[in-house]
């Protein structure tokens, strides 16, 4: 009898907990309004390469006992894309060194990146006397593995660096220096021995691989495979190691890092029914914002058959523009001129909030406040654009911003 009893009650008090965590949890928030998250189509056995690489990314967070530093930005990835979102100024890097297309005069004191923290012994790095120098926030991460997917002369049919049509946009592709680690694949045209880079601020990184082995040695200072050695500081060209030996991280995680940053959802647009939201992306197109911020774009055959022959919309054109005297930082990379940065992505842009403290910190320093402010701050190519944009009535404007929060 008192195991009958004992049995009911714990099926009862099964229940009852079940149903409080039930009230207690949060329902998981709609797939349209996290960045977060696979690409439909993956198998078995590449969601566990995704499970583990987003735990190399969010979990992994270094100490100097596992090889942080001895100088470093950030102690994980995450702790610079909360949620695979846009950063904050707070997590804002700053590159260094270089002010023409001759290259980085100030690598062997520690350019290009600086490390503005150091682990306890060691004293963090500072800016060269002289060295120009550019804040970049970091950049969402969704859909990343799409625009890896495009090929070269996808992009290349976008330039039109004399501006043959008249219609005063010139894009160009930067050109960087492949790594020797780096494999030169079918969709790459290499041009005079560079190869066109597609990541960062400037378009400096050619692929993914490049994009997550320079951040981990360059924000975090730790070594891998590819980059086996700490990166210069303070006029130190062999700075002082730590006491973990090198590669500090496996070369299984890395490629499982960048397995996952190839195979994050695309962000997923809202309200895409709303009449105000369809005026606004009319104008967006009518005032001319899609001659840089091109929509749409297909992917061809790819080595993950779920990245493969997909339409996609981003929001961009991979190119370099110049955007005029207002976001002259005085900086290059590659053969970016100091006045040009690359076309960013819109797409996960109504998002970015969620990842910067609940207040928009736009551009590619977090300058601009609002969308608005970030539309007006375009010179340079945009600049009719931009006089477009302000010469539409304000409910006009307002549909404009509402269309791009929908992204």
């Known amino acids: 009898m008192n195991k009958i009893f004992f049995g009911i009650f714990t099926l009862v008090l099964l229940g009852l907990v079940h149903h409080s965590c039930k009230k207690l949890l949060p329902p998981a928030p709609p797939g349209n309004e996290t960045l977060d998250g696979p690409v439909e189509g993956l198998n078995p056995e590449q969601k566990l390469q995704f499970l583990a690489g987003d735990v190399a990314f969010n979990e992994d967070i270094f100490s100097p006992s596992t090889g942080l530093g001895p100088y470093f930005v950030s102690n994980s990835c995450g702790s610079c894309h909360a949620g695979d979102g846009k950063g904050h100024p707070f997590t804002t890097l700053t590159r260094f060194g270089q002010s023409t297309t001759a290259g980085n005069t100030f690598l062997k004191f520690g350019g290009p990146q600086l490390q503005n923290r150091a682990i306890p012994g060691y004293q963090p790095e500072v800016i060269p006397s002289g060295a120009p120098f550019s804040k970049f926030t970091p950049p969402a991460n969704s859909g990343l593995g799409f625009l890896e997917a495009l090929s070269d002369s996808q992009i290349l049919s976008r330039v039109d660096s004399l501006d043959a049509n008249n219609d005063g946009i010139s894009g160009k592709p930067n050109l960087i220096k492949p790594p020797q680690y780096l494999q030169i694949k079918s969709h790459h045209i290499l041009i005079n021995g560079y190869l066109i880079g597609r990541f960062g601020k400037k378009a400096a990184a050619i692929d993914l691989l490049q994009q997550t082995v320079n951040a981990y040695v360059q924000d975090m200072g730790i070594t891998s495979e590819f980059a086996p050695n700490e990166p210069a500081i303070n006029g130190i060209s062999s700075p002082y190691g730590d006491l973990v030996p090198d590669p500090e991280v496996s070369t299984n995680t890395v490629r499982n890092l960048v397995f996952y940053l190839k195979t994050l959802k695309t962000p997923e647009p809202r309200n895409t029914s709303n009449s105000e939201v369809l005026q606004g992306k009319e104008l967006f197109k009518q005032i001319g914002c899609d001659k840089c911020h091109t929509e749409t774009w297909t992917t061809g055959t790819n080595e993950i058959e779920a990245l493969s022959n997909k339409t996609f919309h ?13 976001l002259d930082d005085g900086y290059t990379e590659g053969i970016a001129l100091t006045n040009e940065w690359k076309t960013p992505a819109l797409w996960g842009l109504g998002l970015s909030k969620n990842s910067q ?23 340079g190519e945009a600049l009719q654009i931009t006089n477009n944009f302000k010469a539409l009535s304000q409910q006009e404007k307002n549909a404009v911003l509402k269309f791009l929060e929908s992204l």
């Open 314 to 326: 981003p929001y961009t054109d991979l190119l370099l523009h110049d955007m005029g005297s207002k």
């Open 357 to 379: 403290g609940g207040e928009y910190f736009l551009l590619h320093d977090g300058r601009a406040k609002s969308i608005e402010e970030a539309i007006l701050k375009h010179g």
